[in-house]
């Protein structure tokens, strides 16, 4: 069976570094999307990965190792507004998205 | 630039009540579409995707049902509507499989009763 697990729930303090982990077991591999999602609304794109390594974009980086089936979201600088879920989701082999149940980030001032 | 409406916003309706859910798409042309539903606290589950207009492919066999009757247009419906249909419907696209992020709409809140 295809699966995604994240953590369900995470608190951090403004200002600080909060690491949310994903890991995978998925029928083939055509990449890693990380989405945002506020309390009752849409998620929105913040990532994507394909290549091993790390992507940075802003306060936001995001993490890929294809051979531990393994990837992390880095949030620095922590602001209230960060206060949201966050969804990993894989495109499989037949390029459909697989989703996470999602990580409810608390942020504490 | 493209958008993604869905309608209504909210919706409450009794069980064995019937459902039509509307996503319409501006913008692009022959786009993927997505139904998604989403249980309080859970996942995305996808239900329904379409690779154009007519092509309907049905993820979860369940009493829902998906059509596409224009290229932009993508409609949800149930005859008969059970508790378990309550949740977040997200209507989603992009512009090809192989393309990257998929752009949601605002997503329809339906309370069944």
């Known amino acids: 069976g295809q699966n995604i697990d994240q953590p369900t729930e995470m608190t951090a303090t403004e200002g600080a570094i909060v690491q949310i982990n994903c890991t995978y077991q998925?029928?083939?591999?055509?990449?890693l999307f990380w989405y945002q999602q506020h309390a009752g609304e849409a998620p929105t794109f913040l990532s994507y990965n394909v290549l091993d390594g790390l992507e940075e974009k802003g306060r936001f980086s995001s993490f890929l190792s294809r051979s531990k089936g393994y990837s992390y979201l880095l949030l620095k600088e922590l602001q209230m507004k960060d206060s949201a879920s966050y969804l990993c989701?894989?495109?499989?082999?037949?390029?459909?998205?697989?989703w996470g149940a999602g990580t409810k980030l608390i942020i504490k001032p | 630039s493209q958008t993604i409406h869905q309608w209504p916003a909210t919706l409450v309706q009794p069980v064995g009540s019937p459902l039509s859910l509307e996503c319409t798409v501006e913008g692009t042309s022959n786009p993927n579409l997505y139904w998604y539903r989403q249980a309080a606290g859970r996942g995305l589950q996808l239900l329904f995707y379409?690779?154009?207009?007519?092509?309907i492919s049905s993820e979860v066999p369940q009493n829902l049902s998906a059509s596409r009757p224009q290229d932009r247009q993508f409609i949800l419906s149930s005859k008969k509507l059970l508790l378990s249909d309550s949740g977040f419907y997200l209507c989603?696209?992009?512009?090809?499989?192989?393309?990257?992020?998929?752009?949601f709409g605002p997503g329809t809140r339906l309370t069944v009763l």
């Open positions: 989701a894989v495109k499989d082999s037949n390029y459909q998205l697989i």
């Open positions: 989603a696209w992009i512009l090809q499989l192989r393309g990257n992020e998929q752009f």
């Open positions: 998925t029928s083939g591999f055509n990449g």
């Open positions: 379409s690779v154009g207009i007519g092509q």
